[in-house]
Nanobody
Framework: QVQLEEAGGGSVESGGSLRLSCTVS????????VGWFRHPPGKEREGVAS????????TYADSVKGRFTLSVDNPNSILYLRMNNLKPEDTAAYYC????????????????WGRGTQVTVSS
């Protein structure tokens, strides 16, 4: 059974930085895609970044381009999301995801989800 466990959330002031991590375990076949989603309070869940493992291609939501960086530690199966210049609108629960079919920013592409970690940005 695939497990994804996030860490690194917290509270920061606007302009600050955080790095989220996600440990992926229990898979027998390497995922096609891993990524991050977020669910802001009172809003729809949205894709933040995805990484197509075979193609080594990263896709970012327009709202985070230039500020967030997804990276992967392959030997240790750890996914990171470095978040710089954080804004109050980045406040959300952040989820690590893994999928075995498509690689995009659609939540339907991902079968396995972590429990989430909260990020709060104050102005």
């Amino acid at each position: 059974q695939v497990q994804l466990e996030e860490a690194g959330g917290g509270s920061v002031e606007s302009g600050g930085s955080l790095r989220l991590s996600c440990t992926v375990s229990g898979y027998t076949t390497v995922p096609v895609c891993v990524g991050w989603f977020r669910h802001p309070p009172g809003k729809e869940r949205e894709g933040v970044a995805s990484f197509y493992i075979t193609g080594q291609r990263t896709t970012y939501a327009d709202s985070v381009k230039g500020r967030f960086t997804l990276s992967v530690d392959n030997p240790n199966s750890i996914l990171y999301l470095r978040m710089n210049n954080l804004k109050p609108e980045d406040t959300a629960a952040y989820y690590c995801v893994a999928g075995w079919h498509r690689c995009d920013l659609s939540s339907s592409s991902y079968k396995d989800w972590g429990r989430g970690t909260q990020v709060t940005v104050s102005s």
